[in-house]
């Protein structure tokens, strides 16, 4: 089992650059694969983008493919997302998330952080 806690999110302009972290307990972080969720106000949770435990395989939302970058180092008990050229429908609270297996959908994952927001300004 892990306890995920997500930073880094804040109120940025469009066009601006971003990065999220998010710490994990446990010595067992680096068994599981880690995704990246995000939900805007009335949608559901969706997908942004995964890596697998060793980080050699990622998966991006087509949303973001080219614009977010997802890495892990399990050494430090770490995930990231690094988001730039940011859209004003990139705003969300993005959640961190850990699973059994790199996968899109959200019920695949075991284990979920709180939460951290991101505001893109127009």
């Known amino acids: 089992q892990v306890q995920l806690v997500e930073s880094g999110g804040g109120l940025v302009q469009a066009g601006d650059s971003l990065r999220l972290s998010c710490a994990a307990s446990?010595?067992?972080?680096?068994?599981?694969?880690m995704g990246w969720f995000r939900q805007a106000p009335g949608n559901e949770r969706e997908f942004v983008a995964a890596?697998?435990?060793?980080?050699?395989?990622?998966d991006y939302a087509d949303s973001v493919k080219g614009r977010f970058t997802i890495s892990r180092d399990n050494a430090k008990n770490t995930v990231h997302l690094q988001m730039s050229s940011l859209k004003p429908e990139d705003t969300a609270v993005y959640y961190c998330?850990?699973?059994?297996?790199?996968?899109?959908?959200?019920?695949?994952?075991?284990?979920w952080g709180q939460g951290t927001q991101v505001t893109v300004s127009s």
């Open positions: 890596i697998s435990w060793s980080g050699g395989r990622t």
């Open positions: 998330a850990a699973g059994s297996a790199m996968r899109r959908q959200k019920y695949t994952y075991d284990y």
């Open positions: 446990g010595r067992a972080f680096s068994s599981y694969a």
